[in-house]
């Protein structure tokens, strides 16, 4: 389970110009990415962030996954803070950014067992690691070949193990169908509905889009971000029926982008 409650973050304004010195244009205080943004995503479950870009998403992740310090709030992963006990807690997550990382002159298999060393398995548990992810992910005429050259939906393939290698509860994907064909997209759909079964190990699953087609077909459970905030949350029929629509995608406009009067109240 994860847990975040009152995530902030403000990144420093850009330098001063020397046309603003000039005309003495006052500058401001920095750029709000997350204000008090709160979530909880269960075991089992698919939890969905939806929001536009510049919502503060991949912010939240790379805070969730300890790469960016919050300003405020707090972030637990099974019950384990991520300030105070970071090893432990990505420990128990699988983490898949929006940039690959992989190793382009390594195989897949040296790719997975790589990380897996990382992650403290030794090279038999991580190589048998990376068979059965290759029979899981269907990617086992892959295993031998270095990643230069490997597709899109290849190289997610090889990520997405990667991520897994060392079997985390919980797992984070930040917009991982960006750039994937259609096949692609529906093996890493069809990967995640397995691994958040009982027979898939009963997954925590946290992904960040602005794609709401994949949110239907995809999450059990949705986090509309606006503006750095959480401003809805439940199912997708939840949502449809708070806002009186019967489309998706009109429901997300409703929420996500409010009248501006709405906003200062």
């Known amino acids: 389970m994860i847990v975040v409650n009152g995530l902030a973050k403000r990144f420093?304004?850009?330098?001063?110009?020397?046309?603003?010195?000039?005309t003495r244009r006052?500058?401001?205080?920095?750029?709000?990415?997350?204000?008090?943004?709160?979530?909880?995503?269960?075991?089992?479950?698919?939890?969905?962030?939806?929001g536009p870009n510049g919502?503060?998403?991949?912010?939240?992740?790379?805070?969730l996954a300890g790469l960016i310090t919050p300003d405020a709030g707090r972030m637990a992963v099974d019950g384990i803070d991520v300030a105070s006990r970071p090893r432990e807690a990505l420990a128990r997550m699988g983490v898949l950014?929006?940039?690959?990382?992989?190793?382009?002159?390594?195989?897949?298999?040296?790719?997975?067992?790589?990380?897996?060393?990382?992650?403290?398995?030794?090279?038999?548990?991580?190589?048998?690691?990376?068979?059965?992810?290759?029979?899981?992910?269907?990617?086992?005429?892959?295993?031998?070949?270095r990643i230069e050259g490997f597709s899109q939906g290849e190289r997610m393939k090889i990520a997405l193990a990667r991520a897994l290698v060392h079997d985390p509860a919980n797992i984070v994907l930040d917009e991982p169908t960006n750039g994937l064909d259609v096949p692609a997209?529906?093996?890493?759909?069809?990967?995640?509905?397995?691994?958040?079964?009982?027979?898939?190990?009963?997954?925590?699953?946290?992904?960040?889009?602005h794609i709401m087609q994949e949110v239907q077909r995809l999450c059990d459970h949705?986090?509309?971000?606006?503006?750095?905030?959480?401003?809805a949350a439940g199912t997708v029929e939840e949502l449809l029926?708070?806002?009186?629509?019967s489309d998706f995608e009109e429901?997300?406009?409703?929420?996500?982008?409010?009248?501006?009067?709405?906003?200062?109240?």
């Open 97 to 145: 950014s929006d940039a690959r990382g992989l190793y382009p002159r390594l195989t897949a298999r040296e790719n997975i067992i790589y990380y897996g060393a990382l992650q403290g398995l030794g090279r038999d548990q991580a190589d048998a690691r990376a068979e059965l992810l290759a029979d899981m992910l269907a990617f086992k005429p892959l295993l031998g070949r």
């Open 241 to 245: 029926s708070q806002t009186g629509q």
């Open 55 to 63: 919502a503060g998403k991949t912010t939240t992740l790379r805070m």
């Open 251 to 265: 429901a997300f406009v409703q929420l996500a982008f409010p009248p501006l009067r709405e906003l200062a109240s």
């Open 222 to 231: 949705v986090v509309v971000v606006s503006r750095g905030r959480s401003v």
């Open 12 to 22: 420093a304004a850009p330098a001063r110009s020397l046309q603003d010195a000039l």
């Open 185 to 209: 997209t529906r093996s890493l759909r069809e990967s995640l509905r397995f691994l958040r079964t009982a027979e898939g190990g009963g997954k925590c699953i946290v992904f960040s889009t």
């Open 26 to 50: 006052p500058m401001p205080a920095g750029i709000a990415a997350v204000e008090q943004l709160s979530f909880t995503a269960t075991d089992g479950c698919i939890t969905g962030l939806l």
